[in-house]
């Protein structure tokens, strides 16, 4: 057993060693995984990075071919709100596809995808009456981003083919989702097929002055907006941001000031609002929705990763009803906004999404959350004191933890020595599933997590930060 007391064999497993093995080797034949150079999985077994078969899921928790046990401490790339496997929403997509698996979402329509809107209607924030299904966040960035511009392109302003983005900030990977976004790792390679924006100062607490309080980060932040907003809004579509994280630029934070400050500066300038809640919406951050926390509506609201608790894949973008009167015209008129995916609405997607919903409905979620996120701040707070830690922060049930080879200047590790790869490595030899962005160490378990389990990923993680820092 292991020193942290749950990476033990499951006695259901029948799988061997070779036939373990043997799933890797057929796997690195053929699969090119995303987000990984392969050459770290090598198919001789000389990689530096293990490959893991995984075969079934149970809370919050994976099950490998050999039969050990993952804590999942990032929920499967931030998409399992309530645990693999959850009982309620399986029943829900066998009785889906015992009836309607899928239709052609262009002149058709299905009770599902009727149902889900009305609940994503009711649950937003006021004002966003309309809702365009797609089937993956970078999709929904693409239909905001296309939707802000052609209402524009409607209403007689086509010189408005711009977009503002924060600096640091991620929302996809698809090109005009990269094309918002400011993380050289994505962005780098693909630049000379990009738009470009214009990018606003990030109200990121992490980059305020000395005795600056996160509040007055964001309103300095906002005055820099302002600058941009003056020389640029006539040629402005939308502002696009990650409303209180900045989740893949580093789980960067900052305060709900800043959403309300934007709210104002795009109506006076007539611009946009787009809110990328792709991450960080159905509960992450303490509420609802981020954009709660600020009191304010955005004009498109982007929804995917938990919006069917982590079983399909499904996005929503949320607008108003006048952005959707800039496209109802006469077929003649060559208004209409002509964005389609294969999968839109897919029924058993919305099934699940549908699910999930209740889920908030007849649970104490959010209360349980706030619970789970205070124990996780306590467990987190000595990290504040260790001399290779520069900040520990926290929004709701994400937290992130920043390392540094100097604590006093915050000069960073060299990312070439891959000191968090350190960490998820350390991580699966203990069976907890953590992979640090750079090095930056986060959290973001599902809700089903106990606090003996966020105990175990703390330990583990700690250990495997003093493993990092070590050379």
């Given amino acids: 057993m ?94 889906q596809a015992r009836t309607l698996e899928h239709v052609i979402f262009g002149g058709f329509t299905h009770p599902p995808a009727i149902e889900l809107a009305e609940e994503l209607v009711r649950i937003t924030p006021a004002g966003l009456e309309r809702v365009f299904f797609a089937d993956n966040g970078s999709a929904a960035i693409e239909v905001a981003l296309k939707m802000s511009f052609h209402y524009w392109l409607n209403q007689g302003h086509g010189e408005k083919t711009r977009f503002i983005a924060l600096t640091g900030s991620y929302h996809g990977e698809t090109l005009g989702a990269l094309s918002v976004s400011d993380v050289a790792l994505y962005r780098k390679t693909y630049a000379p097929l990009l738009l470009t924006p214009i990018l606003a100062p990030s109200p990121d607490a992490y980059e305020g002055e000395p005795g600056e309080s996160p509040a007055q980060v964001a309103t300095r932040r906002l005055g820099e907006l302002r600058s941009l907003l003056e020389r640029h809004a006539h040629e402005t579509s939308a502002v696009i941001v990650e409303p209180l994280v900045q989740c893949a630029g580093g789980m960067r934070m900052y305060h709900p000031s800043y959403l309300s400050g934007l709210r104002k500066l795009c109506d006076e300038f007539n611009v946009h609002f787009i809110a990328d809640e792709i991450a960080v919406g159905f509960g992450r951050t303490g509420t609802l929705f981020a954009c709660e926390q600020a009191d304010v509506a955005p004009d498109f609201m982007c929804l995917s990763k938990g919006l069917t608790g982590g079983t399909l894949p499904l996005s929503a973008v949320l607008t108003t009803n006048h952005v959707y009167e800039a496209f109802y015209a006469e077929y003649s008129a060559g208004k209409a906004f002509l964005h389609s995916h294969s999968y839109t609405g897919n029924p058993l997607a919305c099934r699940a999404a549908l699910e999930t919903l209740a889920i908030f409905r007849d649970e104490p979620v959010l209360e349980r959350n706030r619970t789970l996120a205070a124990h996780l701040a306590k467990r987190l707070a000595p990290l504040r004191d260790h001399s290779h830690v520069a900040e520990v922060r926290q929004t709701g049930l994400i937290a992130a933890i920043e390392l540094v080879q100097n604590k006093a200047t915050r000069e960073p590790f060299p990312a070439a020595e891959r000191r968090g790869l350190r960490v998820y490595l350390h991580g699966l030899e203990h069976g907890v599933v953590l992979r640090p962005l750079g090095n930056i160490v986060y959290f973001m378990p599902p809700y089903v997590v106990s606090e003996a389990e966020i105990d175990l990923l703390v330990d583990v993680a700690v250990a495997g930060i003093e493993r990092a820092v070590v050379g």
């Fill in 2 to 95: 292991s020193d942290y007391g749950h990476c033990t064999d499951d006695s259901r497993m029948t799988n061997t060693p070779a036939a373990y093995a043997a799933l890797v080797a057929r796997d690195l034949k053929h699969i090119w995984h995303p987000c990984t150079q392969m050459h770290d999985h090598d198919i001789t077994g000389k990689g530096a990075v293990p490959m893991v078969p995984i075969v079934r899921g149970e809370g919050a928790w994976l099950i490998g071919a050999d039969g050990r046990r993952y804590l999942d401490g990032i929920s499967s790339w931030w998409t399992n709100l309530f645990g693999h496997a959850n009982p309620r929403i399986a029943a829900a997509l066998a009785d």
